[in-house]
C-alpha cells in the first residue's frame, strides 16, 4: 500500500506571519513538565510502517525531540511479538497498523523521550499492553483511538471506538490504572467516525473522560474514521475544541507538509503543539527548518552533499535494525520520498524505485548525491 503524499490543500496565508509568529513563540511549560527533554512544541507522529527506530533517530539527530512508536497491537506485545501473521510485515504493519515489535524497540539511549502506543480491542488487552511498554522503558503511553482501518474480524479497534464511547473510555481508564502514576498516557483521536452530531458528541466523551482520569494530552486528527486520510484535515474543529476546553493541553494533526505548517496550525487554531507525519517521511529537514524558524532563522532546504549524509546515516541504522534484506526493501520507499529534495527528482526517484538490493540502493547515492554537492 503507498501512502497518499499530496497535501489537500495548500498551505497558503503569509510566510513572513509565520516566520515572526515561530519566533516569539514559547514552548507551553506543561509540554517539558510532563515529559522532560521535550523542548519545543512538535514531535514524529506514529507512523505505520515507517516511524521505526531508524526514521525515529534519524528525526532526532535533525532536532525533533519527542517521538511515538507506530501502533503496536496489544496481543503482539502480550505474545513478546509472536504469533504474527506471515505476510509481508511492511503491509500488514500499514494494514493492520500493528507494528513490528522489533523495529519499534526505542533504538537505544538516544531514542527518548518515546511513547509507546497500544492498539486493541479489550481494556484488559489494552492495559496489559500498556504495562508492557512501560516495563520495556517508554517514558509515556499512547492510546491509539484514530487507526481507520476496517474491523478486523469485528473486532473494534482504533478509531473505531469513537462509535462506542462507553468502550472507549473503558479502555482509558484500564490504561491509565495499569501505568504507574509517574508515566505520562497520551491519546491519539478522530474528530469523530463521521460528520454526525453524535459522532461529534462521542468525540467530546471520549475526549473529557481521558483528562478526567488523568491523561496528560490527546493529539487530535480532525479528519474523520470515514474519511481515512482524504479531504483536508478540519483546523476549524481545533480551534472550536481550543476555545471550549482551554485548560487541556491539546496537540492538532493533520496536513503538516512543511516547518511553516507546523506554527500555522498553532497560530490559526491555538492548539499547543503538532504532531507531524506523512510532512516527515523522508524528510527530517522539516525538524531542522522548525528549529531555524523559532530561532528566527530562515529554514535552509539540505544541500545535496547533507542529504546524501542523512540517507547513509538512514540506511546504516535500517540495516542495523532490520537486516540488509529488509532494509532494502523498507529503504526503498524512503528513498522516493528522500527524492523530492533532489535537483532531478523525478531521475532519482525512478532509480530508488529500481533499487533492488543494497548494493543498488548505494550505487543511486554515490551516483546521485556526490560528496561535495
Ligand atoms: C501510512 C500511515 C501510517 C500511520 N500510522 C499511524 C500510527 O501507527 N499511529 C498513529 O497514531 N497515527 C498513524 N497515522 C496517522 C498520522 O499520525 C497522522 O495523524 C495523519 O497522517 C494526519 O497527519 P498528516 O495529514 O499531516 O499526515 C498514520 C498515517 C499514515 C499515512
Redesign the pocket.
Known sequence: MS??MEPSEPSGQSFEDIALFARELVIDPRIPEICPGFDVPFYQ???????DGAMRLIARQHGCPFC?T??LLDRTLISGGKGRRKEDPDTLA?EL?S?DLEGNMAAGFDDHPIAG?VIGTSPSEMARGAEILTEMGYDAI?V?L??PVKKIRRRNRGGHFLTTPKEACEILSAVRDSVPNKIPTTV?MRRGWDDSKESEDNFYTIFDYAYEVGFAWA?V?P?TVEQR?LGP?NWDFLKRLVVSRPDCLIFG?????CAADIFRMMKNTGVSGV?????CIGNPWVFTQARALMDGNEPKNPTLSEQRSTLLAHIELCVRLHGEKKASRLMRKFGIQFSKFHTNPDETKKQFIQAESMQDWKGVIEKSYPIDS
Not at 253 to 257: P, R
Not at 275 to 279: E, L, Q
Request: glycine residues 14%.
Open positions: 501512502v497518499n507522529a506514529g507512523l505505520a510502517g515507517y516511524s511515538v507506530e501502533a500499514e497498523a507494528g502506543q499512547d491509539n484514530a487507526c491519539k493529539t486528527h479528519r486520510y484535515s494533526s493533520g496536513d503538516i507538509w504532531s507531524v507525519a506523512r510532512g
